[in-house]
């Protein structure tokens, strides 16, 4: 991750260049929010960035819980045909990024098929969830503005801050279910063996035995036990990029437009998704 950041700040800050020189107003998600994870993680990859339309559209379609299982279940195979091809090629000729590394290295012990699910989980992964953070979290810093000037001025203040970004924003809505492997008993629910849990990440989040006023954006709090990266073995694995990004992007966001704003009463949030977020956030400044 260290020898990324130098990478991520460059990413940051010729977006912010392109927004500058376009002048107001800006959508901050199609100009900010999505495409600086998105570029991120096809250079972490090793996936053409030019080809961003065949997989951002189809990866937002996958996770639209309110789209029937047929077309979401179309947008999971052409996601999959896309990094079959993909991987095909670095099989050929292996690249120096994730990919290639991941055949040089482990191409005996990884199959094909483990290779495209891979490789296809951490695109899917890399662009739909920082994206969203950045997107809600800047318009709940709007919301908040001296919350805000804490992330833009002090730098000590902006890694607790996301950490309270993370647990009050919890976009993780759905998605996380878990096989039961032994009996047992959650608050008096015995729950058998086999069974499938499905769990409330942002309900966890907003307990009040976790916290005092759960439902109050506070960036202040310090460092608390949320779960918005999951819980236990399969807690995320991109939570160290996903922080170096947003660490890096927010003050960097905050200080180019001190008088950033939003430029329109419509918030254009996600209606239905797995993974919480705005459509589009028009900005000023
Ligand atoms: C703020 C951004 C992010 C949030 C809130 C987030 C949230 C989560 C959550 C809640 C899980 C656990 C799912 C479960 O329990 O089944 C998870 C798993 C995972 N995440 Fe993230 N994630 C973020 C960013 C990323 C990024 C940038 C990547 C890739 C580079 C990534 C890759 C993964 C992977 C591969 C897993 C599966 C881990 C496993 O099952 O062992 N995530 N993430």
């Known amino acids: 991750m260290r020898r990324l950041e130098p990478r991520v700040q460059a990413i940051v800050d010729e977006h912010l260049d392109a927004m500058e020189r376009k002048g107001p107003p800006a959508d901050l998600v199609a100009d900010f929010a999505l495409p600086v994870p998105s570029l991120v993680i096809c250079e972490l990859l090793g996936v053409p960035y030019e080809e961003r339309r ?53 191409g005996t012990e990884v199959t094909t098929d483990e290779l495209i699910g891979i490789a296809n989980l951490l695109l899917i992964a890399g662009h739909e969830t920082t994206s969203n953070m ?79 006023r759960p439902e109050e954006l506070d960036v202040r709090r310090g460092a608390l036990g949320h779960v918005a990266f999951g819980h236990g073995v399969h807690h995320c694995l991109g939570a160290p990029l996903a922080r170096m990004e947003m660490r890096t992007a927010f003050p960097a966001l905050f200080r180019r437009f001190p008088t950033l704003r939003v430029a329109s009463d419509e918030e254009h949030f996600r209606s239905f998704n797995a993974i919480f977020g705005m459509e589009s956030l028009p900005v000023a400044w």
């Open 134 to 212: 950045l997107g809600l979290g800047t318009l709940a810093l709007l919301h908040h503005p001296d919350q805000l000037a804490l992330v833009r001025d002090d730098p000590e203040a902006v890694g607790p801050a996301i950490e309270e970004l993370l647990r009050w924003l919890s976009i993780v809505h759905s998605g996380t279910f878990k096989i039961v492997t032994e009996d047992t008993e959650i608050a008096g629910t015995p729950i058998p063996k086999g069974d499938t849990v499905m769990l409330s990440l942002p309900a966890a989040n907003r307990d009040p035995e976790l916290l005092d």
């Open 54 to 106: 065949e997989f951002q559209e189809r990866s937002s379609r996958l996770l639209d819980v309110s789209l029937p299982l047929p077309e979401r279940l179309a947008a999971s195979d052409e996601l999959r045909s896309y990094m079959a091809r993909l991987v095909a090629g670095q099989q050929a000729d292996p690249g120096e990024e994730l990919l290639g590394m991941l055949i040089r290295e482990h």
